[in-house]
């Protein structure tokens, strides 16, 4: 928990319920153990989204595709979103959920493959929603800045890992260490590269906001 959790649910009490099959599908995520966005990180996005009308979007990390369908329902009807996912057991679900929507597309397979092949062809986003394996984000971050347009955002979840980022190494599960040593040095690469400029936000379980530089 990154703020008191007495004032997160009165903030989530503020907000308007989401539409029914969105609700339906967070519901089986959560049951089901599977990762999602949680509500305060949902209520960003969709405030970012309305806000910044993006018109092509890529997600990397799609898992069964609550987000994706989350970006869908709230971006401009002419918005494309491209996301990636490589687990199968999440494929599964991700088939199913994204089948029938025409603007969004699903690619599958390795995220820094996909990367490269998106830059290869000259793609371009206005908005990349950053949610996948974090041991990865920095090998992954110039193809990301390469097809991110000028003025573009990048939305990185799950940086604070449920606050144990602000801990010393020693004091981290040793089967965590890692992936702790490699967040904090993708914090510290977005943070001083001067091609971006990043806030982090400490909701959720943290999200960067990074912002291109024109």
Request: charged share 25%; hydrophobic share 45%; proline share 3%.
């Amino acid at each position: 928990m990154i703020i008191n959790e007495h004032i997160r649910d009165y903030i989530g009490s503020l907000e308007k319920e989401e539409p029914v099959g969105l609700m339906k599908l967070e519901d089986w995520a959560l049951r089901n153990g599977v990762p999602i966005i949680r509500r305060d990180t949902q209520q960003f996005l969709r405030f970012i989204l309305t806000k910044e009308k993006p018109k092509a979007i890529l997600e990397i990390g799609a898992a069964v595709g609550f987000s994706t369908l989350y970006m869908h329902e709230y971006a401009p009807e002419d918005c494309l979103i491209t996301t990636i996912e490589k687990v199968e057991m999440r494929l599964v679900h991700a088939r199913e959920n994204l089948s029938g929507h025409e603007r969004i597309r699903l690619i599958e397979g390795e995220a820094g493959e996909v990367l490269a092949g998106l830059v290869h062809d000259g793609a371009h986003f206005d908005l990349v929603f950053l949610d996948a394996a974090k041991g990865q984000y920095s090998a992954w971050l110039e193809d990301i800045l390469s097809v991110l347009n000028p003025g573009g955002l990048l939305l990185t979840d799950n940086v604070l890992l449920e606050g144990s980022i602000a801990e010393s190494r020693f004091a981290v599960e040793r089967r965590d260490r890692t992936i702790h040593a490699r967040m904090r040095e993708y914090l510290s690469i977005i943070t001083h590269d001067e091609r971006i400029n990043t806030v982090i936000l400490p909701i959720g379980d943290g999200l960067a906001v990074s912002c291109k530089n024109a």
